[in-house]
């Protein structure tokens, strides 16, 4: 087989998971045979993964003067971490969904996730590690090592015996957050909020699955839902609150949360957020959200009230054709930053006279004289000062976030808006003496000024179903 050295070129590609064989025409046709060429190819290195039909194909077929790929190797296989496969909504979607008929569909809606007792909630899938592979050379390849996970950590919840299945311990909400899995206790009002349940103050989440009758009042320091109508009742709740059958507040409802909230429709009521607000209609109502107010849907209009956003306050049509007053209100007036000018100018007396006060209690304290009269009311004073100091970094900070946010404050009316309505922008006036459609209102140095609505150029579109 010496001769086959100036006639066959094996190549084995740099990773060794393949070889090419190059053939040159031989003396004569019987020059090459199987047998021969396989030990020649053995001598050469390649033990492992060669396709013996590829060859034969090779000459018989007299493929001479290219190199042709005749052996391959096994890739170590892929190694898989293990995961948890988990059976509710971990990233629930505060995005309520339009139906066909173009309303909002607020039923569907959920601001917490539901499990009920012994449901599964979470399974475990362990690691699969990689099967090892082979070279061409038949040098082994050792498979990647996967990794696993350690096991949830959390309450409310218990373990299979072989440690990958979790189960809700009783009903309640279910949450991952942190990495921990919770399910805690929902409290739930099978029917109304009436005199028959008297008010409400509780700890935790709140699903009421009727309506809160008038006068009654509803805390919570979760979420609160609400499956049916508010009327005139005061609800307050410590993050989110879901209206689903919306609120008839016979101008007497005030309804409070730190975040979001949502209603079918809004009608003779205060409703205050810290976050945004969003409703299919607002009549006759006073509303402020510290973000954006998004009035939205087949129905979306809002009329009459007074209406108060830092960023933007959005709807189809604002006011009405009888000339209703209805007062939109966004942006952040010049008073905000008088007033943070002034908390600045405090704030830097008092860190003056602050650095004052720990020179001397420092040049107190070298001479001994730190249980004098003069050291303990000077300790005193740095005490105070640090506490107004603290108080005015809290004002001042409040109000660069509401003029951060209120920067680029609009009004939009994406179909029209009447002659009736009051607009404020940053403090400035503008009083809506005719009839427009498709308009944005918004601020330009020191006056109110307006361009038509296009929905392609909206970026507060983006915002509609996910506030």
Do not use: W
Request: with cysteine.
């Amino acid at each position: 087989m010496g001769e086959y050295s100036e006639y066959v070129n094996i190549n084995i590609n740099d990773d060794q998971m393949s070889a090419d064989i190059f053939l040159v025409k031989p003396p004569s046709d019987d020059f090459y045979n199987m047998q021969d060429l396989l030990e020649f190819i053995e001598d050469e290195g390649v033990v492992f993964g060669v396709n013996k039909n590829i060859l034969k194909e090779v000459v018989r077929l007299k493929r001479y003067g290219e190199y042709i790929k005749f052996a391959e190797g096994i890739m170590p296989g892929e190694a898989k971490n293990g995961y948890f496969d988990f059976k509710f909504n971990t990233n629930p979607s505060k995005k309520p969904k339009l139906k066909p008929d173009g309303s909002v569909d607020y039923y569907n809606l959920s601001l917490i996730e539901i499990t009920e007792k012994d449901e599964l909630i979470a399974e475990y899938i362990p690691k699969i590690d990689g099967t090892e592979g082979k070279t061409v050379k038949g040098t082994i390849v050792p498979g990647k090592k996967a990794l696993d996970m350690p096991p949830l950590r959390g309450k409310g919840f218990y373990v299979s015996e072989d440690k990958n299945k979790y189960y809700a311990e009783y009903a309640g909400k279910i949450e991952l957050s942190m990495g921990r899995l919770n399910v805690s206790n929902t409290h739930t009002i099978e029917g109304d909020v009436d005199l028959s349940t008297g008010n409400l103050d509780l700890r935790g989440d709140l699903y009421i699955k009727g309506n809160v009758k008038s006068n009654m009042v509803v805390k919570a320091s979760g979420n609160i839902t609400i499956d049916g109508l508010v009327e005139d009742a005061n609800i307050e709740a410590g993050k989110g609150i879901l209206i689903k059958g919306g609120i008839l507040g016979g101008d007497k409802a005030v309804i409070k949360a730190i975040d979001n909230v949502f209603a079918s429709f809004i009608e003779n009521a205060y409703v205050e957020s810290n976050a945004c607000i969003q409703a299919d209609s607002i009549i006759n109502s006073t509303i402020v959200a510290y973000n954006d107010i998004n009035v939205f849907g087949k129905t979306a209009r809002i009329i009459g009230g007074r209406i108060k956003a830092n960023r933007y306050v959005k709807t189809k049509v604002i006011g009405s054709r009888k000339g209703v007053t209805t007062v939109i209100e966004v942006g952040v007036p010049n008073d905000c930053h008088v007033e943070k000018m002034k908390y600045a100018d405090q704030l830097e007396d008092l860190q003056t006279e602050q650095s004052k006060v720990e020179k001397l209690l420092g040049k107190l304290a070298k001479t001994g004289e730190e249980m004098t009269e003069m050291f303990i009311s000077t300790t005193r004073r740095k005490i105070e000062l640090s506490a107004e100091i603290y108080r005015l970094k809290a004002l001042i900070g409040e109000l660069e976030r509401r003029i951060t946010i209120g920067k680029d404050a609009q009004i939009i009316a994406e179909k029209k808006i009447f002659p009736g309505a009051e607009i404020f922008i940053d403090g400035i006036k503008y009083i809506v003496s005719d009839e427009f459609d498709r308009i944005i209102f918004f601020r330009k140095v020191d006056k109110i000024v307006s361009k038509r609505y296009d929905l392609e150029e909206d970026e507060s579109a983006k915002n509609s179903l996910s506030l």
